[in-house]
Every structure is written in C-alpha cells, then in structure tokens.
C-alpha cells in the first residue's frame, strides 16, 4: 500500500471551504453567508448511459455542445478505462471538466485505493461521491457508513481530493429525531461533501433548501433531478407535471438561491433518471437544462420575487399564505376578535405604529395571532425592526386570554431584535434568532435595523429548528423530560402551561417598538 502510494502526486488544488460549521463562533451581523460565483453546470452521465455506452466520445461532444461545463462520471469510461492520460487529453480538446464521479466505498478499500485514486487524480477529479450504501438507512449500519466515509476524507486530502456521499430517499426516513441523512452530516467532518438529490429529497417529502442551509459550505456539488411524488398525476391550473426542470413542481429558484448564497457549490449536476412524453434520454437531458438555465438567468438578471404570492412550485407543495399584502384577513389581536388599529398595511408590509404607546406596548396594538392553529409546519416570513428594536415571533399560543394573560405565556417565541442597538443583545437566549430565554442561537447573523431577514421555522412531530438568514441557528426537541428541564431553568419556570401545547397559534409580538412583516406563508408537514 505504501510502495503504490508513493505512485500519487502531492495535492495542488485544495477544495474550498465557505463557511462555519454549526459549532463555530458566531459571526456579526454584516458577514451572513454570501457568494458571488455562480456554480459551473454538468451532467451525471448515468442520465444517458446508453448513449455513453454506444458511443462515449460522440455524446460527451454533444452534451458539450448543450452547454455543459463538465461531467460526473458513473463507472464508464468508453475506450479510456484504462487511459486517464488519454481521457484527460480528450476532455481538454472537447472543453469539458470533470465536476466529481460516483465510486462505489468498495472501490477505495487498501487494495484499490492506490490505482482508483490514481485514475481520478489523473483525469482531473477532486470530488468522488459514493452513490449508495446499504448501511445508509440503517440504525447500527449509518454511523459505520459515516466513520468509514470521515475515514476516507482523511486519507484523501493529502492528494487534494474529497469525498462525498449522495442521498436516495431511504436516507430521509426519520432516525433519531431528525433523518438518517442529518446523522451522516453530523458523523463526518466538514470536509465530507453532502450530494443531496434533489428529486430524491423531494420524492421523500422533504424539504432541499432546508438542507443545503442546514449545513452551510457541505453541498459543493447538487443532483439537479426531477422526481415526482407518487401523486404525479395531479395537477395545478389544469396543468401536467413531468420530470423535466421547470415542468415540475420542485422551486427550482429558491434551492439555486440556497446553493449560491450558503451551500458553498461549485457545481450543479444536472440528472435524467426518467424520460417523460417519449423523448430520449438525450433530448430530456436537454430540456432539463434548458429549463434549469431559464432559473439561472433570472435570478442573475435580478429577477425578483412578487412579495406577499405563492409560486405555482410553492401552491403545488403545500404552501399557505398567512398575508396577502393588502389585509389583515387570519389575524386577531390576541383575545379579541379583531386586529388593532395600531397594526397597518403599508406597501405590503405589515407594520406596527408605534406613535401612540400604552406602557411596554403600543395603543390598538397588542400580539396579533393567526386565526388557525398549527401543529407539524414550516413556517417561512421576512421582519424588519427600526433601531433599537425589539418583537418575536410566537409558535404553539394557547388562547385561553382568561388564564393566560398574553401570548408569550404559553407561546414559544424566536427573538426578533436589533442585537446591536438593544440591551438584550448582550444577554446570550435573548438576541435575534434565539429560542427566547432557553436556547441561544449557534451563530449572530441577524442584519442590521432596516434591512429585511428571512426566517424559516420547522416545527416537525417535536423536532424543532431554526433558520435565520439563510443559516441553520438552532435545533431542540420539544416535550421531552429534558425540555422540561430546560423550561424550569428559564424565566418561563413558574408560569404553568408555557411549551405545552402540541397545536397552536402562531403570533407576532408587539413589545412596543416599530416592526414590519411580510412574505409570511407555512406549510403543514
């Protein structure tokens, strides 16, 4: 093993890392995560693997000539299978790179490793994903997996290469709490790269951007795949989906955005596994990278959202909208029929007037709460405070107003705050994105007054977590004998029926300084 590895070249090309991992300092609020480089796109050439197998040099031209900057290969090399020289020289005359290649963990045991390695090294792979592994849904099996794939991370770096992993649904089934997917994550260093299929994620019903933020810097490489639910056959607007990018029901738009701005990817490999209205493989390929390439150009034009609507993508998934822009409609003032005079539509914002104060709250104001109760959600929203400011936002009010005087005496609440400008910002539990006086926030990345923040919260059968600005910031299980311990060493110990309800209100807080919303909308999970 060692004579062979002495055959390898030294590293050069080191992978890039582009943010904290989830025990890192925190971060001010004028650093969130951002990326100027747009991810190159490829191709996984199992999409068209006949079409390889037929005749390798004359498809890799074409899928040049489409547009693509790069392939990942799949085990088939054509007549180069023994030739990286060659195939390296090849890829250079068609303008092709090579964004990574799916190898099996057997592949890189001792007696392999030195010659597979090798041949990637040669051809100018630095990203090796391996496809499956049958320990990956499996209670014991999975942390074996990820104690062999941190393994190999570290044998890897010294010849500038990484190793990944690629999930198929089995990786999303629940496993202590979270999924089998997030037990690879947190069993393996940074360094390990997350080939999260999208199609697979969203075959599973589970949500892509949500897990490209969760681990920030992990998803240097993305399956661009269109997989539908087994209800495939419904439609939206009287409208069929297919597999093919943009005839679908995925948001293409938002994942992308997630990519760029957290996921840290270098490239989004484009997969066809299903080839709808009799087309080839190799005109789906091309359709779907049509579709994808209509996603990339309007988000670097610019191309803005409308605010305060629902996509047909987000209609399609489940989506609700809690403001329409223009009304107060499913909202009340806690304990009363109505919403208060104090809370204004403004532009599309809803907007607390704070002119007219009442102690520590405002006149016909108060906290405000959605007609409907929720109890498994996602809920998606955007805040903006003035200087100095402080609200939060409520999840699970119980209200009984007779009992319980305001809605953070039952409510759950995520801290909106002006970290900075407001005394709280210096008490860890109480700065933006915190779980209010009970679990701080793992990074500050809350903007400054005036500017809006993107809030996602996921509230799933006790697994809650927070995401803030794109970041993954916290994450508890609730209604367990240790959440009741942490209830009882907070403020909250003594107030009777705080975190117990399972269904509730969601709220906004009125602490008596200006506040706006928009873009609110959940999903019941």
Not at 338 to 366: C, F, H, M, N, P
Not at 454 to 462: E, K, Q, T
């Amino acid at each position: 093993m060692l004579l062979s590895l002495s055959l390898l070249s030294p590293s050069i090309v080191h992978a890039r890392q582009t943010s904290q991992t989830a025990n890192s300092q925190p971060v001010s609020s004028q650093n969130a995560v951002k990326s100027t480089q747009f991810p190159q796109l490829s191709v996984q050439l199992w999409s068209v693997k006949e079409d390889v197998s037929k005749d390798f040099e004359g498809t890799l031209k074409k899928l040049a000539a489409m547009g693509f900057q790069g392939v990942e290969f799949a085990g088939d090399f054509g007549l180069y299978k023994n030739d990286a020289p060659g195939l390296k020289r090849f890829l250079d005359k068609t303008g092709l790179q090579v964004s990574g290649a799916h190898v099996a963990i057997a592949q890189l045991k001792p007696d392999s490793f030195a010659k597979v390695v090798k041949f990637y090294q040669d051809i100018g792979c630095t990203k090796l994903i391996v496809p499956s592994d049958a320990r990956a849904g499996d209670p014991v099996g999975v942390k074996l997996l990820a104690q062999d794939l941190s393994s190999l991370s570290k044998q890897l770096r010294p010849f500038g290469m990484r190793i990944g992993f690629h999930n198929h649904s089995v990786e999303m089934n629940t496993f202590e709490g979270q999924t089998y997917w997030d037990a690879i994550a947190k069993n393996t260093p940074h360094e390990v790269i997350l080939q999260q299929d999208v199609g697979w994620t969203s075959y599973a019903g589970k949500d892509p951007v949500l897990f490209v933020k969760r681990y920030p810097g992990r998803t240097l490489t993305t399956h661009y795949k269109s997989k539908l639910p087994v209800k495939s056959a419904q439609t939206d607007g009287g409208k069929f989906y297919t597999t093919i990018i943009g005839q679908d029901n995925i948001d293409w738009d938002a994942l992308y955005q997630a990519n760029v701005q957290v996921g840290g990817t270098e490239w989004i490999v484009v997969e066809q596994e299903e080839y709808p209205n009799g087309l080839s493989p190799m005109q789906s390929v091309e359709q779907s990278l049509r579709g994808l390439k209509a996603v990339i150009a309007a988000r670097k034009a610019g191309a803005a959202r409308p605010h305060n609507a629902l996509t047909p993508s987000e209609q399609a998934n489940g989506w609700k909208l809690l403001f329409d822009g223009k009304s107060t409609q499913g909202w009340h003032a806690y304990g009363k029929a109505s919403v208060g005079s104090a809370w204004k539509i403004y532009q599309g914002e809803l907007q607390l007037d704070v002119s007219k104060k009442d102690g520590w709250q405002t006149s016909g104001g108060g906290d405000i709460v959605t007609d409907e109760q929720f109890d498994h959600f996602h809920l998606q929203l955007e805040w903006k405070l003035q200087k100095n400011g402080n609200s939060g936002i409520f999840l699970y009010v119980n209200e009984d107003a007779k009992q319980f005087p305001y809605a953070w005496n039952t409510g759950l609440e995520m801290q909106v705050l002006d970290n900075d400008g407001h005394a709280d910002g210096k008490i860890f539990k109480h700065r933006a994105g915190d779980l209010y006086d009970l679990i701080e926030a793992t990074e500050a990345v809350a903007l400054a007054p005036g500017q809006w923040n993107l809030v996602d919260i996921v509230s799933d059968r006790g697994e809650l977590d927070f995401y803030l600005n794109g970041r993954h910031v916290l994450n508890t299980r609730l209604w367990t004998d240790a959440w009741k311990d942490l209830v009882k060493k907070s403020k909250f110990s003594n107030m009777q029926g705080f975190g117990e309800s399972k269904k509730g209100h969601i709220g906004l807080q009125d602490h008596g300084d200006a506040v706006s919303f928009r873009n609110m909308k959940i999903r019941r999970l």
